[in-house]
């Protein structure tokens, strides 16, 4: 998992890119640079690392939103485009943020998209949990996303970054 989250922080950082990263070095590196993105915290990547151990498909990390006439919205820690699913990281700071982060998702919903919020506990002690809540999310709008998971998801299920 560190190895994912300091690969995620150089993307962040700009620092390197995935096809840098996909260049040299052992198989296992490979895989996980294929997973790179930029993450604005070490805890989206658990997050995010979780849904893809699940099976599900690797969402897009840090997407802007907007709504019908093109105005931002906001910005997703995690998104499925196919069924307009937001998920959210909220960390510790999330309580000095509250008001900000309601009005957010105010907009969001308004917009028409679908939020879903986790936090430490949540991916720690509740993984299933939390991975149950995003497939069911999926499954309740007749989602059309890809039914399975994605090859880079199949591809790494089982292999622990270290």
């Known amino acids: 998992m560190d190895a994912l989250i300091a690969i995620d922080m150089a993307v962040r950082r700009g620092l390197t890119d995935r096809e840098a990263l996909g260049c040299a070095g052992t198989r296992r590196l490979r895989n996980l640079a294929d997973l790179a993105a930029p993450a604005e915290s070490p805890m989206e990547t658990r997050l995010r690392w979780l849904l893809i151990q699940a099976g599900l498909p690797c969402p897009q990390v840090q ?8 105005r931002f919205v906001g910005r997703a820690d995690l998104y ?18 509250l008001v900000e982060d309601d009005r957010r998702q105010n907009l969001l919903v308004n917009a028409g998209f679908r939020l879903l919020r986790f936090t430490a506990a949540d991916i720690y002690n509740r993984p299933a949990v939390v991975a149950a809540q995003v497939r069911q ?13 994605s090859r880079k998801a199949r591809r790494t299920r089982g292999v622990e970054p270290a």
């Open 63 to 70: 997407t802007d939103l907007r709504d019908g006439d093109g």
């Open 137 to 149: 999310a999926q499954n309740a709008r007749n989602w059309s996303g890809e039914a399975r998971a």
């Open 80 to 97: 499925y485009p196919a069924g307009r699913l937001v998920i959210e990281y909220d960390g510790g700071n999330h309580r000095d943020r």
